[in-house]
């Protein structure tokens, strides 16, 4: 069995033509893989070639070339000013298409914008945000009127779905970290009490705290870094694979069926994971407790409601309803707002998680002033 024949090298001959005129012919393979062992020899030599002056170019004795070789020849002939080239009908295209690459216009250098306009560039982008925002609660709004005055025909299975992956899914997450929290907050205020003989003092500060602060707060940040990041993942992976696109066409309202499912289910399941957190952080404080100051889980839970007014109970939880639809809104806003590129996916998601927890926190402030007398007088 005889093996393939090998591709000839690749070969240049200078001559003259019937007319007089130089004549540059060209054979053999031009391939990169065939090229590469004399290609310094072939580059020298097609530089003496092109400082001769205006030749025939006669390509039609090339077996085989590839962008490589076509690269090689074409700055050749360009810098020789040859006007008269011969190639094979086959190997035109490829000619063709180095041509056209080198006629497309490099993409222009983004001009760095003057320092005193700056300001006013991140002012339009905070106000496109706002604009942005504002008309999304006024579609999810409506959406939920519409649901309410039709609940039959309300996207029950989509809310079910999201308040599932956001509530139960998150609930060994934020049992977790609460009860560490707990023991922590427990642990160090036990040191500070015993040095004043206040031991019984605990209850009130762990339940004010976690109860009407750190239980929601919390939740609300875990939330907004677990679920609030993956509803803008995936409203951004819709867009990239233009299944948001595909819905627009089939007749399926985004909002409907997307956004306002996810608000509804946030709004409900954040106050229940609250109720958790602030359970399982008691837990933790009242462990700690007992292994500090020696105080009984019975005495703490007996005290805990004398001391702890029921309003801070009811502040945590509409801190949560709140918190709940912030989070969720702002997760579709940046999910929405992706364009169809994974760059922009990564940044969205990103300044969906930085926004939903700076957001919280300024909520959470706002609240502690609006309510700095609800709840603490004991």
């Known amino acids: 069995m005889s093996g393939a024949v090998p591709a000839a090298a690749p070969s240049l001959s200078e001559s003259t033509d019937q007319r007089g005129r130089r004549l540059v012919q060209v054979e053999g393979c031009w391939k990169l893989q065939r090229l590469a062992p004399e290609l310094q020899h072939i580059d020298e030599r097609l530089g003496r070639i092109a400082r001769g002056g205006e030749a025939r170019w006669d390509l039609q004795g090339i077996e085989a070339i590839d962008h490589a070789g076509a690269a090689l020849l074409r700055r050749a002939w360009l810098q020789a000013g040859s006007p008269e080239v011969l190639t094979r009908p086959e190997h035109e295209p490829l000619f063709r298409r180095i041509e056209a690459a080198r006629a497309s216009p490099l993409p222009s250098a983004r001009k760095r914008l003057p320092p005193w306009l700056v300001p006013g560039v991140w002012v339009l982008h905070v106000l496109g945000h706002l604009h942005g925002f504002v008309v999304l609660v006024g ?3 409506m959406d939920i009127a519409r649901a309410l005055a039709r609940p039959w025909k309300a996207p029950w299975r989509e809310i079910s779905a999201n308040l599932y992956r956001t509530g139960a899914q998150a609930l060994a997450i934020t049992a977790l970290v ?8 427990s642990f160090l205020s036990s040191n500070q009490l ?14 004010v705290s976690i109860i009407r602060e750190l239980g929601p707060v919390l939740a609300a940040i875990l ?8 509803m803008t993942a995936q409203l951004g992976v819709m867009r990239v694979t233009q299944e948001l ?8 309202p985004q909002m409907y069926r997307l956004v ?4 509804v289910a946030l709004a409900i399941g954040l106050p229940l994971l ?8 008691l837990l933790g404080g009242m462990v700690a407790a007992q292994a500090e100051l020696g105080l009984s889980m019975l005495f703490f839970i007996d005290t805990l409601p004398a001391v702890v007014p029921i309003a801070n109970l009811y502040l945590g939880i ?6 709940g639809v912030l989070i969720a809104l702002l997760a579709c806003h940046y999910g929405l707002r992706i364009r169809p590129n994974t760059e922009s996916l990564g940044a969205g998601t990103t300044s969906s998680v930085v926004t939903a927890i700076t957001m919280v926190i300024l909520v959470d402030a706002v609240f502690a002033v609006l309510f700095r007398d609800v709840g603490l007088g004991f």
Do not use: C, E, H, Q
Request: aromatic share 8%.
């Open 178 to 185: 609460g009860f560490l929290i707990g023991v922590v907050l």
């Open 318 to 323: 509409g801190k949560g309803v709140v918190f």
């Open 223 to 230: 939330v907004a870094g677990r679920s609030g990041s993956s």
């Open 260 to 263: 306002m499912p996810k608000v």
């Open 194 to 207: 015993k040095l004043f003989g206040a031991d019984l003092f605990i209850v009130n500060i762990l339940g």
């Open 274 to 281: 609250i109720l958790w957190t602030d359970a399982v952080a």
């Open 245 to 252: 696109d595909a819905m627009s066409v089939m007749g399926i």
């Open 139 to 141: 579609l999810v709004a």
